[in-house]
């Protein structure tokens, strides 16, 4: 799974075989004796976890006869990654695309879509997900009235776990289970939990399906769910704040996607966040692992780090050698110019070298020392 050092045919074959890294220095910070380790999918070709499930729905519906070249116009409703993994793959197989998407999201996405030649069609964020003015309603709209207009749907496509389940979990199997136990870095070889935030639930439920079924059926899978969001289990954790707007892109709906699995057992806790907690475990994961990901990054690890602290995951916590993922999805450049981010980088508390840098521009410099020592009377101004 590692990647390859051979010339590849495409951007496709770059997509996924992404890093699972150590986040040891947040783990010291918080006191947490286990391995917290990080999936870091914006290194895959088009920047997100997305990506997964852009090729395979589209390489999946070509085997079906769905997508036909020349003919073929793939729409899809999205928060914007999933759209800029199919106008990539789009581009590179000839298909037009049109991607419905809520005013919201980034201004950043929809650049990067428009540069790959997608069509872009914002829509109202505050409409209901069944209005027929929402992404999904103004996507099926258009798919009944533009000749071969196809949806892929990745809130029903099972394509969308089982991208995951077939990619995102061995790659994760692989690295954990063939890194060695040291005593620096002791290791149960086991993924022992895994954590991801949960949008149409693709990613959270197709890992899960993987580690359990094929690796360790004792992995206990936490899925994070922003306050706001229906997503959660059991039900009342979505009580508080519901239907309230969030800021963080890509994770949270006001409905259950299909692909999003209900089988009992195969998520095992659900933990909700805010966007303060998101975005706190961003700047985190920026200033202490060097990690320049996306806020739904800053909601799975906001996310994790309750869990790590909750009465459940506590003895996870203190256990050396216990190994904790979490799934990091995308990274900061479709948010560049969002509120948040300015707001954290550029306006935040004056560091201490801040203060020192200041100082040192306040002196003279000394070319500045030497022409004052020229001048008679040390006025700066010179008789003439």
Same mark, same amino acid.
């Given at each position: 799974?590692? !990647?390859?050092? &051979?010339?590849?045919?495409?951007?496709?074959?770059?997509?996924?075989?992404?890093?699972?890294?150590?986040?040891?220095?947040?783990?010291?910070?918080?006191?947490? #004796?286990?391995?917290?380790?990080?999936?870091?999918?914006?290194?895959?070709?088009?920047?997100?976890? #997305?990506?997964?499930?852009?090729?395979?729905?589209?390489?999946?519906?070509? #085997?079906?006869?769905?997508?036909?070249?020349?003919?073929?116009?793939?729409?899809?409703?999205?928060?914007?990654?999933?759209?800029?993994?199919?106008?990539?793959?789009?581009?590179?197989?000839?298909?037009?695309?049109?991607?419905?998407?809520?005013?919201?999201?980034?201004?950043?996405?929809?650049?990067?879509?428009?540069?790959?030649?997608?069509?872009?069609?914002?829509?109202?964020?505050?409409?209901?997900?069944?209005?027929?003015?929402?992404?999904?309603?103004?996507?099926?709209?258009?798919?009944?009235?533009?000749?071969?207009?196809?949806?892929?749907?990745?809130? !029903?496509?099972?394509?969308?776990? +089982?991208?995951?389940?077939? &990619?995102?979990?061995?790659?994760?199997?692989?690295?954990?289970?063939?890194?060695?136990?040291?005593?620096?870095?002791?290791?149960?070889?086991?993924?022992?939990?895994?954590?991801?935030?949960?949008?149409?639930?693709?990613?959270?439920?197709?890992?899960?399906?993987? +580690?359990?079924?094929?690796?360790?059926?004792?992995?206990?899978?936490?899925?994070?769910?922003?306050?706001?969001?229906?997503?959660?289990?059991?039900?009342?954790?979505?009580?508080?704040?519901?239907?309230?707007?969030?800021?963080?892109?890509?994770?949270?709906?006001?409905?259950?996607?299909?692909?999003?699995?209900?089988?009992?057992?195969?998520?095992?806790?659900?933990?909700?966040?805010?966007?303060?907690?998101?975005?706190?475990?961003?700047?985190?994961?920026?200033?202490?692992?060097?990690?320049?990901?996306?806020?739904?990054?800053?909601?799975?690890? /906001?996310?994790?780090?309750?869990?790590?602290?909750?009465?459940?995951?506590?003895?996870?916590?203190?256990?050396?050698?216990?190994?904790?993922?979490?799934?990091?999805?995308? /990274?900061?450049?479709?948010?560049?110019? #969002?509120?948040?981010?300015?707001?954290?980088?550029?306006?935040?508390?004056?560091?201490?070298?801040?203060?020192?840098?200041?100082?040192?521009?306040?002196?003279?410099?000394?070319?500045? !020392?030497?022409?004052?020592?020229?001048?008679?009377?040390?006025?700066?101004?010179?008789?003439?």
């Amino acid at each position: 799974m590692a !990647r390859s050092s &051979t010339v590849l045919d495409s951007a496709l074959d770059a997509i996924g075989h992404t890093p699972l890294i150590r986040l040891d220095r947040i783990a010291k910070q918080e006191g947490l #004796k286990c391995n917290l380790l990080g999936k870091l999918e914006y290194t895959s070709a088009g920047g997100s976890v #997305k990506d997964r499930i852009a090729k395979r729905m589209v390489e999946a519906a070509e #085997k079906e006869g769905k997508l036909i070249p020349g003919k073929s116009v793939v729409i899809e409703p999205t928060s914007g990654n999933t759209g800029i993994g199919l106008a990539m793959a789009c581009a590179i197989k000839g298909y037009s695309v049109i991607i419905t998407m809520p005013n919201k999201m980034s201004l950043e996405k929809e650049a990067a879509l428009r540069a790959l030649g997608a069509e872009v069609v914002r829509t109202p964020t505050e409409a209901a997900w069944d209005a027929p003015e929402s992404h999904i309603g103004v996507a099926q709209r258009l798919q009944r009235e533009i000749p071969g207009g196809i949806i892929l749907d990745q809130y !029903r496509n099972v394509n969308n776990p +089982l991208a995951h389940e077939l &990619t995102t979990a061995p790659e994760i199997i692989e690295a954990v289970a063939s890194t060695p136990s040291t005593s620096t870095h002791p290791s149960t070889g086991k993924v022992d939990v895994f954590i991801a935030g949960a949008g149409t639930g693709g990613t959270v439920s197709g890992v899960a399906k993987g +580690l359990k079924t094929t690796h360790n059926p004792s992995c206990t899978v936490v899925a994070v769910d922003p306050i706001g969001s229906i997503l959660a289990l059991p039900a009342t954790l979505n009580e508080a704040g519901e239907g309230s707007p969030y800021i963080v892109e890509g994770i949270g709906y006001d409905f259950v996607p299909d692909v999003l699995t209900r089988t009992p057992g195969l998520i095992n806790s659900w933990v909700k966040t805010s966007d303060d907690e998101a975005f706190a475990a961003v700047q985190k994961l920026f200033r202490r692992e060097g990690v320049l990901v996306g806020g739904s990054s800053g909601s799975a690890l /906001g996310g994790a780090l309750a869990w790590l602290q909750s009465d459940e995951g506590r003895v996870v916590a203190q256990t050396p050698g216990m190994n904790v993922v979490v799934l990091l999805p995308d /990274g900061i450049r479709n948010y560049i110019g #969002k509120e948040w981010f300015l707001k954290m980088a550029l306006q935040g508390e004056p560091s201490q070298l801040a203060a020192s840098i200041a100082e040192v521009m306040k002196r003279p410099t000394s070319e500045d !020392r030497r022409a004052n020592a020229l001048l008679p009377d040390g006025s700066g101004q010179g008789n003439h």
